[in-house]
């Protein structure tokens, strides 16, 4: 779907058309769904957040004015009804990811070798990201994988921007003392926002 398509269905829906707003919600599904759940780390909890996304998204759209792009205002309503979501409960769970998930996947760009080693950290990342605190989780999800800026994080997390940055730092180097415990030296070559992109 194009810019120019987002765009007239967003004005389509924004003027009450509930058969752009639905076509918006079918082509962004996927996507929406993806984030809940690198989030929350659970099916139940991101089904959840996605309903509650789209509710705010509909009564939101009047005031989407298009200073951002669509899919970057849904990112930032789905990532704080994540947390929202996260607060509400009493415990985590931290199930690894299966290996045949939808966000697990692998890009075919890689060459030979590169895959090899991204699909030998798959298990190892995909449990050391689970267990990261669910606000230490959360930043490194939107930050590394969505490449949402500092800025904006912190607006939909309700903190400062530095917090947002001392978090993102902390993620990253509990990650690597998860992945690398030892101290192996394989931890300054392997480029972890990379390794994320491919193997979360």
Sequence with gaps: MTVNQVEELVGLARDGDHRAFEELVRRTYTDTYTLAYRITGDEEDASDVVQ?????????????RGDAQFSTWLHRITANCANTQLGRKIRHRHDPLPEDSPIADESPMRDPAHRAEVAGLRSELTEALSALPAKLRTVVVLRDIYDLPHEDIANELGISTSAAKVR????????????????????????LREVHADAV
Aim: glycine share 8%; hydrophobic share 25%; charged share 50%.
């Design 52 to 64: 509650e996304t789209y509710l705010r998204a509909h009564k939101g759209l009047k005031k989407f």
């Design 168 to 191: 993102l730092h902390r993620a990253r180097k509990r990650l690597r003392e998860e992945l690398y415990p030892l101290g192996d030296e394989r931890g300054d070559d392997v480029d």
